[in-house]
Structure formats: structure tokens, C-alpha cells
């Protein structure tokens, strides 16, 4: 994240963990993008270019999904009720 929006959003009294979340986003659909226009006729294409864009999407994933997970725990949700029925 660019050092002075993230200054701006501070100024702006943001939530760090919505601060978080979106960026976390923004990585995602970075890595999305990066895994939909992979040439694999490239040369320079190797597997393993995709598997560390996956492996970096499934994490970041993750993260995101734990920000939410905070949050609704900070808002006193029960989320093992919607976690039972996934």
C-alpha cells in the first residue's frame, strides 16, 4: 500500500482492520489477474510461477477471511452457527 494513502486513511481515523481488508482485496484480484493472463506458451512460463500465485491467493484468502472473523467477534456475532452449515 502507497505509504501516503495509507497516511490519509489513519488521518481519517479508519479502522485498522478495514484498512486491512482492502488491501487484502486488492492483493487478491492482483493475483486473480496475474493467474487469468498467464501465457503458458510463454517460455519464460513455469509452473511454478502459478503454484506461488495460488499458494499467495489462498493465503491472502485467509488473512481476508479472518478480518471478517474479528469483526463479527468484535460485534459479538456467532459465527459457529454459519460455519457449522458450510
Known amino acids: ?5 495509507l ?9 485498522g482492520a478495514d484498512i486491512i481488508h482492502g488491501e487484502l482485496k486488492t ?3 492482483d493475483c486473480e489477474e496475474k493467474l ?3 501465457d503458458q506458451d510463454d517460455p519464460w512460463y513455469t509452473e511454478g ?15 481476508y477471511k479472518l ?5 463479527f467477534a468484535q460485534n459479538g456475532v456467532d459465527l459457529s452457527a454459519l460455519t457449522d452449515t458450510i
Open 1 to 5: 500500500m502507497d505509504k501516503d494513502l
Open 7 to 15: 497516511d490519509r486513511y489513519v488521518k481519517l481515523k479508519m479502522d
Open 27 to 29: 492483493l487478491m484480484v
Open 36 to 38: 487469468a493472463s498467464h
Open 49 to 63: 510461477d502459478s503454484l506461488y500465485i495460488e499458494g499467495m491467493l489462498a493465503a491472502y484468502g485467509q488473512i
Open 67 to 71: 478480518t471478517y472473523d474479528i469483526a
